[in-house]
């Protein structure tokens, strides 16, 4: 725990000027951003009598170990880079807003030459014409199904497109009229866009001037007796007033506008923000944050209105946001937004009429959120806090270990040896840091071994991360430059690939505070295996020197504690909710080691000889299988008979010849019901055969496979 006054500025050293500021820890993460109209009066609030600041506030400026400024000209600039900040360095004292769901949103992908409706979540892209969010996907289809009658848009995927394109057949949609099906023609691309236009400007709210234009048209009809026409459009008037039905009108002059409210007490915050366009409300969410500090309703709602518009422009900024509290001061919040928008936007309170009766609608979702999100949190909170403690009891440290790391070795009868790494932060999962390694020290099935090479390479990129930011030099050589080749690590780490949890870091970044390959140590290292595995990271931990990291490790069996050194392992009760924690780091480490393993081996076994043959691509290997039938026949084919297939000279031929000649021929496929070899059935992969679950097993493996597997 750091002293405030060990890293106070000096008197004068702070400007007198809008900025933004940035507190890091020891290991040079950035845990709080903020921004002040003057920097001074600011940063002095925080380096007060530690007993008259906020519980919260104090735990933050005790943890920090250094204080940075950055002066801005106007308070709009520290705005945008105070959200610019947030976003980049994720501090952990910061105000987020964590969504309580993954909102779908309406999509129409106009960046396409046949826009395409669809449900989408996540991210935002470039090009995409979004509406909502809805509260269930559901209430998109429904919407959706009934307005395709009027506007035959594109709904199928790329992949179905290319499909009908190529059949020249329509899916059903086409064949019901429930789409116009530019797949095979029946409508020109520049038709079909004005189509989506129209879709489009019914969802924005624009449907008074379409429903009078339809009514029109159907009064033509009736008119020239083309009743069947007439009948048609009478319709789809119908399928458009039941569409606009599903969403109420809430505000009788047809506003544009983003209504948000906050319920909050003295450790959370819940928003909610109600999406109203042409008087009915188009969409709603709800966000739930912890009150890292003091923070006032103003400062919860710029932060809101900081992570609500921060990505957004143009339209999809309101002309008018109504909120319970103004931001202090109001002006540069309402510049930004403008800015933001293009033109003006009006931020303030609602005080009468329609408006103040829909917010206070909405301040009762934000209370009923709040509520219903303390109901399934509180518990956790406390048991999340127990958990930790008894741990510190019963393995004798000397704090909670707020950050605990856990490795496990997974293979299959010593093919695909890997190791996985997963952290727990505060007693939950921290899946942005996450790490896969591959066993390259070695071959064969030593599992001691194995943990011994992994907890070497993550901690000596962790002591090379340290030395490279000056907080660590090498015992007795502080005058001379540190060997940086022998603290890196020649091994292969794989950070990212099939497995979604996998991390995102980029690699060693060179601007400090950004996520970083083992970067930051844990407090307690838990390794999945009993002594002998235990004793091989800790040996691993005081090679490189490292001795204020807690080791142990649980043991499958008895659900026995093992701790280095010592001969008899500790026993916590069943009931513990440590226990239960350390099961779960557990568990969740052979879990994502088991599923980069058998991805990995799933890939082996997809494996061909001609992906070794340079400049072959997935084309034309794709073309010699389908000419020759499999591999087996290629490889006896001459280098004449491949250059028979398209796009194969004689060099490719020549090179393909001499692959599969040094390539060992695969195994045969075997019939495990009969124990028949199918040496006629060999395709362009290494041959396999299915267990129960339909999973790939080599040839000639035992069926009892399962058991081998770790």
């Known amino acids: 725990m750091a002293d405030p006054s060990s890293y106070r500025p000096k008197p004068g050293q702070i400007p007198d000027s809008p900025g933004v500021y940035r507190f890091r820890d020891e290991h040079r993460r950035v845990i709080y951003v903020g921004k002040a109209k003057s920097l001074r009066q600011r940063l002095a609030n925080y380096f007060q009598d530690l007993a008259s600041l906020h519980p919260r506030t104090r735990t933050m400026v005790t943890t920090a170990a250094s204080v940075e400024w950055t002066v801005v000209s106007t ?13 980049e360095y994720d501090p952990r004292f910061n105000v987020k807003y964590r969504d309580d769901k993954s909102y779908p949103y309406l999509a ?32 998109i289809r429904d919407t959706v199904d009934l307005l395709l009658r009027v506007f035959p848009v594109r709904t199928c995927s790329a992949g179905v497109f290319k499909n009908a394109t190529r059949t020249g057949r329509p899916c059903l949609l086409g064949y019901i009229g429930k789409c116009s099906a530019p797949c095979v023609g029946r409508i020109e691309p520049e038709d079909h866009r004005e189509l989506a236009e129209e879709f489009c400007d019914f969802m924005a709210g624009r449907t008074g ?7 029109q048209r159907m009064r033509d009809a009736a008119e020239e007796m083309e009743y069947e026409r007439a009948a048609r459009l009478r319709d789809d008037i119908e399928a458009l007033k039941k569409a606009m039905e599903k969403s ?16 909050e007490d003295e450790l959370e915050a819940a928003v909610q923000i109600f999406h109203v366009r042409g008087g009915r409300v188009r969409g709603q969410r709800g966000w739930v944050t912890d009150k890292v500090e003091d923070v006032t309703t103003a400062a919860l709602v710029e932060h809101a209105l900081q992570q609500l518009y921060g990505e957004e422009t143009g339209d999809a900024v309101p002309k008018e946001v109504l909120v319970p509290a103004l931001p202090d001061p109001v002006e540069p919040v309402q510049e930004w937004l403008t800015g933001r928008r293009g033109s003006n936007v009006s931020l303030r309170i609602p005080q009468r009429g329609d408006k103040k009766a829909l917010m206070e609608t909405v301040q009762r979702n934000a209370q009923q959120a709040l509520a219903l999100h303390k109901t399934k949190r509180a518990s956790d909170l406390t048991t999340r806090s127990r958990a930790l403690e008894e741990i510190s009891d019963a393995l004798d440290l000397d704090s ?39 066993i390259k020290g070695f071959a064969g099935q030593d599992d001691v071994r194995s943990m011994h090479e992994v907890i070497t390479r993550r901690f000596r990129r962790y002591l090379a991360e340290k030395e490279k930011t000056g907080e660590w030099v090498e015992e007795g050589t502080e005058d001379a430059p540190t060997d940086t080749a022998a603290l890196t690590d020649t ?8 497995d979604t949890d996998g991390g995102t870091a980029d690699g060693f970044k060179d601007d400090d505070g950004r996520p970083k390959k083992f970067a930051y140590p844990p407090q307690l290292v838990v390794v999945d295996g009993g002594q002998p595995q235990v004793a091989a990271a800790k040996r691993a931990l005081d090679e490189l020197g490292i001795d204020d990291i807690a080791v142990c490790g649980l043991a499958k069996r008895l659900e026995e504690v093992w701790l280095p050194e010592d001969d008899d392992p500790v026993v916590l009760p069943r009931s513990s909710e440590g226990l239960y924690l350390l099961q779960r780091v557990r568990d969740e480490a052979h879990r994502f080691a088991i599923t980069y393993q058998r991805t990995k081996r799933a890939k082996r076994f997809r494996s061909s000889p001609l992906d070794d043959v340079p400049g072959l691509g997935e084309t034309r290997k794709q073309a010699l299988i389908k000419h020759f039938g499999s591999v087996k026949k290629l490889r006896s084919a001459t280098i004449e008979q491949i250059q028979e297939v398209p796009g194969i000279g004689r060099k490719t031929a020549e090179t393909i010849a001499v692959a599969l000649a040094q390539a060992a021929p695969a195994a045969p496929a075997v019939n495990t019901a009969t124990g028949e070899i199918m040496d006629d059935r060999e395709d362009e992969a290494p041959e396999t055969t299915a267990d129960a679950s339909g999973e790939p097993v080599p040839a000639g493996a035992p069926d009892d496979r399962r058991g081998q597997e770790r």
Request: aromatic share 10%; charged share 30%.
């Open 75 to 87: 308070e709009v600039e520290a705005l945008q880079l105070e959200y610019s900040w947030i976003k």
């Open 108 to 139: 129409v992908t106009m960046n396409e030459e046949f826009p395409r409706v669809q449900v989408m979540r996540g991210h935002k892209k470039k090009g995409v014409r979004y509406f909502g969010p809805y509260g269930h996907a559901w209430a």
């Open 209 to 215: 001037t379409y429903l009078r234009r339809l009514e």
């Open 248 to 263: 109420a009108v809430v505000l009788a002059d047809a506003t544009d506008a983003d209504l948000i409210a906050v319920a």
């Open 400 to 438: 909670a270990p707020l950050r605990i790391e856990c490795y496990d070795i997974s293979h299959l009868q010593g093919d695909d040896v890997v190791a996985s790494m997963v952290v727990f932060e505060d007693g939950l999962q921290r899946k942005s840091e996450y790490r896969r390694f591959q």
């Open 491 to 498: 091994g292969t780490d794989t950070d990212t690939g099939a």
